[in-house]
């Protein structure tokens, strides 16, 4: 049985904890939202994309997912605005703030 | 093993977002991509040493891990593993598991080359089905940025600082790799982030699907660490590649195998430049740390060359 | 159907272990528990477990790996001594934090420095505060019957705690003693199987362990892993009594010898307490009223029974094989002194410092400890409350 997490916030009561603080279940961190790290994000110019997919393995934070072999928006939700992918697209379909 | 990018891009994420590590860091570009080499529907468990992946990626209740994911403490990672991978076999020759899992465990430098280097050793020689993956960034960066045996020579770290009296750090630094493969395991392997993480994932899939022990040695740039431009990452790692600074190698069964030479070898300074740990070797009446390094940088390769060539 | 045999306290041990028939040990040499992975490497050897045997290259790996197993679904177990479980100190942490029922057979040698490979308590009270179940074994035949039943005991719903089942080294681990053995059936009957609720290696939903923890989860943390601790008494009560319908052998949380009217007490724990036991059935002839505490159960610490089973009392020795350096006595000595001080006891007590390094604890020893009990009531005074047992001035 995976772990409930919404009962795990800083305020849970010590008998709320998981038994030896171990988390049944995965991917538990979608939860939180490091996309408020930082106000600078790429920006995804669907027009001049060509569907290389060269900017899915470079990003830090898994943010740019892919499905059906095509990618989809940004994931602003946990984009740390690291500007790596900018970088990464040969055809200028990302542009960010700062990063050339 | 064939390589289709857009096929190996499809694959579900095994690494969630939502982890603490910092923006533009190459330890998470790393494990993305080494876990890229599962093949789907073959369950994993993660092992992973102390240090800025552990605590970024399971700080409770928050873990990033699709996998099931254990750390326990910064020197023990290869024997952690060692453990779990003994319960696989237990748990199979009792009947009580049909599944199959494969092993796979992450350390910085620091975890691997150092503290960790008596349980990675004794993982290896034991020859335990698992790969263990060392995403070397070349310091103890979670700590703060101190020297470990991974550091390159003359870098400006915390506890290796350049002042009047010091060049940053005076010794080379260790090569892990070769160290390993002394080990006499199947299958070892350096690479990085370079022609489209092709090397990478080539080499991540089959350590994890050579029966036996397998080692990874990757190069994972940290901007806070090596001080670069942040989105400067992949050019940095192209460049420690052109450089002959990072080779791409593998040894299989014993046999050195060199993936990439490249054209025209880079000098190291354009390897360095880039970096802030290193601006000290670009004053003026520093030119002969320059030659020291490009000299040690030659002498590793020529014996890379000589063990690829036999 | 009970086997007699004479077995040394390792063998028997070890004979535990291959009737448990665990699913990972990985273990290293070191003296005198070494003979326990030997041992068992050739139960494996000869196909008489399943065990899956890692001869690791440390303790601190022995123990990273037994957890490693543990968490990942496997019935786990390492052994050592000494220097061996000071190296893995930090993992004893980590194992009893992420609450895991693993056992470690722990052979009780002397620490570093000087290096001395015999008997005393230093290495397990180093380790008293480390959150693992403790319990401590007189004889050859304790030190079997407490392994078989270490399984029961620490992986209970109510515990789920690290077990360490302790035995004096050379005098016990090594000395060949006449025992009883119960059938392989009937120890894989009475331990059963393993089967843990979250695992790594379970198809159904992945786990993650070990997580890096804020402040504002670490106290709640700490007090979650001591709920566990809470129920141990019980569950050993409970094992025990279920353990006794089996073997015929009975436990407790402690052993009371000859206490019934005891005016003078010793407290201690393992193998002297034989030695003890001696002096006190000549002292008895002689009509002296003494008596002896045996812990069985050293962590958690039973204070209140203790207490209570001392509360006739006039006059204790509280015996520890282990320095403190607190410049006031030994670990036992605190435990014991606190459990009387919180009951209001008015007895006299005294802490003896013993055995250290494999010293030998003979009969007349013994009579002398109940001597000075004596005296101290003919004083009306403890006098000096940290002392040395045979120590050459």
Not at chain 3, 89 to 110: C, H, T
């Amino acid at each position: 049985m995976a772990a409930d997490i919404s009962k795990l916030g800083v305020k849970a009561g010590w008998k709320d904890l998981t038994e030896g603080m171990m988390i049944a279940g995965a991917g538990t961190s979608k939860e939180f939202n490091t996309g408020e790290w930082s106000t600078d994000k790429p920006e995804f110019i669907e027009d001049k994309c060509k569907q290389c997919l060269l900017c899915v393995p470079v990003c830090p934070d898994s943010c740019i997912p892919v499905e059906d072999m095509k990618r989809g928006v940004f994931d602003y939700k946990h984009c740390k605005g690291c500007g790596i992918c900018v970088k990464a697209c040969p055809f200028g379909a990302i542009t960010m703030e700062g990063v050339k | 093993m064939s390589y289709n990018f857009k096929e190996t891009m499809n694959k579900p994420e095994r690494l969630a977002p939502g982890h603490r590590m910092c923006a533009g860091c190459g330890g998470t570009i790393a494990v993305r991509n080494v876990l890229r080499g599962l093949h789907e529907g073959d369950r994993a468990v993660i092992g992973n040493a102390t240090g800025c992946l552990e605590v970024s990626t399971f700080t409770y209740p928050y873990t990033a891990w699709e996998d099931s994911y254990i750390h326990n403490a910064f020197e023990n990672a290869g024997a952690t593993l060692s453990g779990v991978e003994g319960a696989y076999k237990a748990l199979k020759r009792k009947g009580k598991l049909d599944e199959t899992y494969k092993f796979i465990t992450f350390g910085g430098d620091g975890g691997t080359y150092d503290i960790g280097f008596q349980s990675l050793s004794g993982a290896m020689e034991r020859n335990h089905d698992l790969v263990y993956v060392c995403y070397d960034n070349g310091a103890y960066m979670n700590t703060g940025i101190q020297r470990s045996s991974a550091t390159p020579m003359y870098a400006d770290t915390t506890t290796t600082p350049v002042g009047s009296q010091s060049n940053g750090k005076p010794q080379n630094r260790k090569d892990l790799a070769a160290i390993i493969a002394a080990h006499d395991v199947p299958y070892v392997a350096q690479t990085t982030f370079v022609q489209n993480f092709k090397d990478l994932h080539v080499k991540s899939e089959k350590a994890i699907y050579t029966p036996g022990a397998a080692f990874l040695n990757i190069m994972a740039p940290c901007p806070r660490g090596w001080r670069y431009n942040t989105p400067d990452i992949m050019e940095i790692c192209r460049l420690g590649v052109e450089t002959c600074y990072w080779p791409l190698f593998e040894v299989e069964e014993g046999k050195w195998i060199l993936n990439y030479e490249p054209k025209k070898k880079l000098p190291i300074e354009d390897f360095l430049r880039p970096q802030g740990r290193f601006k000290h070797l670009f004053k003026k009446g520093n030119e002969y740390l320059l030659e020291a390094f490009q000299k040690e940088v030659d002498r590793r390769w020529d014996e890379l060359l000589f063990r690829c060539s036999r | 159907m009970a086997k007699r045999d004479r077995l040394s306290g390792n063998e028997a041990v070890a004979i535990a272990l291959r009737q448990i028939n665990p699913d990972v040990f990985p273990a290293f040499p070191i003296t005198p528990s070494t003979e326990i992975p030997q041992y068992f490497a050739s139960f494996a050897a000869n196909g008489q477990v399943d065990t899956e045997f890692i001869p690791v290259e440390s303790e601190h790996s022995s123990m990273s790996a037994a957890i490693g197993a543990s968490a990942a679904g496997a019935r786990s177990l390492t052994a050592t001594s000494s220097c061996g479980l000071a190296y893995m100190w930090e993992e004893l942490y980590i194992a009893a934090s992420n609450r895991l029922p693993l056992a470690l057979a722990l052979v009780n040698r002397a620490l570093s420095g000087p290096i001395n490979i015999n008997c005393d308590h230093s290495d397990s009270m180093g380790a008293r505060d480390s959150g693992w179940i403790q319990m401590y074994a007189e004889n050859n035949q304790e030190a079997y019957d407490n392994m078989v039943q270490a399984y029961r005991i620490s992986e209970h719903p109510d515990v789920r705690l690290p077990i360490m089942i302790c035995q004096d080294g050379f005098i016990t681990s090594h000395a060949v003693e006449n025992i009883e053995l119960l059938e392989d059936e009937e120890v894989q009957k009475f331990v059963g199987e393993y089967n843990p609720e979250n695992y790594l290696l379970n198809p159904q939903c992945p786990m993650a362990v070990g997580p890096y923890s804020v402040t504002d989860y670490y106290m709640e943390a700490k007090r979650n892993q001591a709920e566990g601790m809470r129920h141990v008494s019980r569950v050993v009560l409970d094992v025990a009594k279920e353990y006794k319908k089996l073997s015929g052998r009975e436990y407790g949380l402690f052993e009371e010898y000859r206490m019934d009217d005891a005016e003078r007490a010793v407290v201690m724990i393992g193998s002297a307490a034989g030695t003890t036991k001696d002096a006190i059935d000549r002292l008895r002839e002689q009509g002296e009223k003494v008596g002896l505490i045996k812990i069985r159960l050293y962590r958690p610490f039973p204070a209140s029974e203790i207490a209570e089973a001392l509360k006739n009392v006039k006059a204790v020795a509280i015996m520890d094989r282990a320095e403190g350096y607190t410049n006031h006595g030994g670990p036992l000595g605190a435990d014991v002194m606190a459990a009387l001080y919180r009951a209001h006891a008015d007895a006299l007590a005294v802490n003896y410092i013993y055995g250290l390094g494999g010293r030998d604890v003979r009969v007349k020893d013994m009579e002398n400890v109940f001597a000075a009990l004596k005296q101290m009531m003919a004083d009306g005074d403890a006098g000096e409350t940290y002392r040395y047992l045979g120590i050459r001035e």
